[in-house]
């Protein structure tokens, strides 16, 4: 049964820092993998999208990298806003039509 | 594009009554949509998947008969709680995929549910 591991649960940074969150799942013959962000009482935002064949995405500041081998995900965030305060949540498409399998996320504050 | 709108946004009800939720695709079609279930601080978890024109899978430890999906058409879905009550005060999502084989799924907003 394929499980997500999202750590660190909870990341404070000042503003203007890279940073990185990580993700893990434990069977490596995954369809895709979809980085979401959610913002409190809110729905889920899709950030990034990696198909099993490729090795990263890329969109404006933020940078999602897939080692299907190993099972892990990051996502990398390049200089850090206020505005990017939320919860950051890892998803494993184990088929084609198939749910999403979430991790618990990562919530993240930054300061000004 | 890739826009998938959910009704109420929020709800309270008393005990007992029944609650419908619509999940809609706004600008595709969707054979398949899901549902999942968000409890405070905790990650979703899938109810159930839903398919146009079929009976819904529901996901075990699920009531079939206590969340009624319905799927009458390519572009809407509904969740319907019946004779609500306390514990299913809840979060609930509905996601669509776009076809295509890429399986990328867009999420609703969301209905926050309060039994009363």
């Known amino acids: 049964k394929q499980e997500v591991t999202q750590i660190p649960a909870a990341l404070s940074v000042p503003e203007g820092e890279n940073l990185v969150l990580n993700c893990s799942f434990t069977d490596s013959a995954i369809y895709n993998l979809q980085w979401f962000r959610q913002d409190p009482g809110k729905g889920l935002t899709s950030l990034l999208l990696?198909?099993?064949?490729?090795r990263e995405q890329t969109s404006g500041r933020l940078n999602a990298s897939l080692d299907k081998s190993s099972g892990r995900s990051t996502l990398y965030i390049a200089a850090s806003q206020p505005g990017d305060s939320a919860t950051y949540l890892c998803?494993?498409?184990?088929?084609?039509?198939?749910?999403?399998?979430f991790g618990k996320g990562t919530t993240l504050s930054v300061s000004s | 594009g890739a826009v998938v709108s959910q009704h109420p946004s929020r709800v309270i009800c008393k005990s007992g009554t029944s609650v419908k939720i619509e999940c809609r695709s706004l600008d595709f079609q969707a054979t398949t949509m899901f549902w999942y279930r968000q409890f405070p601080k905790k990650s979703l978890m899938l109810m159930a998947t839903?398919?146009?024109?079929?009976?819904?899978?529901?996901e075990q430890g699920v009531e079939k008969d206590k969340f009624l999906i319905n799927h009458a058409s390519l572009t809407l879905s509904t969740l319907t709680v019946t004779s609500a009550h306390p514990e299913d005060s809840s979060f609930y999502i509905c996601?669509?995929?776009?076809?295509?084989?890429?399986?990328?799924?867009?999420f609703g907003p969301g209905t926050r549910l309060t039994v009363l």
């Open positions: 990696i198909q099993s064949s490729q």
């Open positions: 996601s669509a995929s776009l076809p295509g084989g890429r399986n990328e799924q867009f």
């Open positions: 998803a494993v498409g184990n088929q084609a039509g198939t749910a999403l399998i």
């Open positions: 839903s398919n146009e024109g079929s009976k819904a899978t529901y």
